[in-house]
């Protein structure tokens, strides 16, 4: 597989894959970037690997609670 991973971050994702590899491409991307900025991302993206076929969002946050008191 071939994998792009983003993060606000890039150095947190270094530190996670430290051993380069091929078929990993770490890049800088905050979704409260301008338009523009994320656009040209995209086309970053796009030609690391010549396609996209999926896109996962795992962005979020985590709150440690007891279920009935969390929300």
């Given at each position: 597989?071939?994998?792009?991973?983003?993060?606000?971050?890039?150095?947190?994702?270094?530190?996670?894959?430290?051993?380069?590899?091929?078929?990993?491409?770490?890049?800088?991307?905050?979704?409260?970037?301008?338009?523009?900025?994320i656009q040209q991302r995209m086309k970053e993206a796009l030609s690391a690997f010549g396609r996209i076929d999926v896109v996962v969002n795992n962005a979020g946050y985590g709150v440690k609670a007891v279920l009935e008191e969390g929300g």
């Amino acid at each position: 597989d071939l994998v792009i991973a983003t993060a606000r971050d890039v150095e947190k994702l270094r530190a996670a894959f430290p051993t380069p590899d091929r078929a990993l491409r770490l890049m800088k991307l905050d979704i409260s970037d301008p338009a523009d900025v994320i656009q040209q991302r995209m086309k970053e993206a796009l030609s690391a690997f010549g396609r996209i076929d999926v896109v996962v969002n795992n962005a979020g946050y985590g709150v440690k609670a007891v279920l009935e008191e969390g929300g």
